[in-house]
């Protein structure tokens, strides 16, 4: 549930904000009420367990992985993201941030055309954050695809932040977007908006988030999966 968690806007990767000053190893485990990827359930709008490993150097240079169930499409199986990346500052208020993000869904090995790579880069500033991200072959069958994405956080307190998030996933043409969204009939469109609103609470065991989550598009579509809904997850980070 990296997309809720990690980022609780949206992210997969680590930010440049967030390098550790030393070499470091970290885990993080969840529990969530769906997992929405892009404002999209992938798991039927059902309870999902995530978690996964990052190991980062004093350089800035990180790797990791992270796991969730799935099964909106992929008949239960599980999603494993392997990425490894560089964050380094631009100036002492401003971070970037590049890597690469692989998917890999191991059920699917028989037929993988649903793993896919990624290449991403953002920058962080005074709370906020602004990305792209592109894929050559979105799950292994859309050909091109970009993400383009920004967020803002901002603390209430030192427990609690509000965060809010909005991305546009364009795809080729209206052909590859409806191949994405197994459309019956013919797309004039090509992309859709996704968006979420998050309460987030840093408790001294665990970390809450709740997140309204969803997206514009058209219910021909996509039904319940793509509606906004209300998810909710706790995390816990060593």
């Known amino acids: 549930m990296k997309y809720l968690l990690r980022y609780a806007l949206g992210l997969v990767a680590l930010t440049a904000c967030g390098i550790a000053s030393a070499n470091e ?8 009420s769906d997992y929405r990827f892009r404002g999209i359930s992938q798991i039927d709008n059902s309870p999902a367990i995530s978690g996964g490993f990052d190991y980062s150097l004093e350089s800035g240079v990180y790797v990791g ?3 969730s169930n799935v099964g909106t499409w992929s008949e239960g199986a599980i999603e494993i993201d392997y990425y490894g990346g560089y964050g380094f500052d631009i100036t002492d208020d401003v971070g970037a941030d590049i890597g690469i993000l692989y998917y890999n869904y ?14 991403y880069g ?4 005074s709370g906020a954050t602004l990305g792209v991200n592109y894929s050559p072959d979105y799950f292994g069958e859309t050909d091109e695809f970009w993400y383009v994405y920004g967020g803002y956080e901002f603390a209430i307190n030192d427990a609690l932040s509000v965060g809010v998030h909005v991305g546009y996933n364009a795809f080729a043409d209206e052909d590859t977007f409806g191949s994405f969204m197994a459309a019956d009939d013919d797309s004039d469109e090509d992309g859709y908006l996704d968006y979420s609103v998050s309460l987030n609470a840093a408790l001294s065991l665990v970390d809450f988030s709740l997140a309204v989550i969803g997206t514009d ?6 039904e319940d999966t793509c509606e906004a809904s209300l998810v909710a997850s706790i995390s816990k980070s060593l």
């Open 65 to 67: 992985t992270w796991a």
């Open 217 to 222: 598009v058209d219910d021909k579509y996509c």
């Open 106 to 119: 191991p059920a699917n090995n028989a037929d993988t055309e649903l793993d896919y790579i990624e290449a």
């Open 122 to 125: 953002s920058i962080a500033f």
């Open 25 to 32: 190893f970290s885990a993080n485990v969840a529990l969530s």
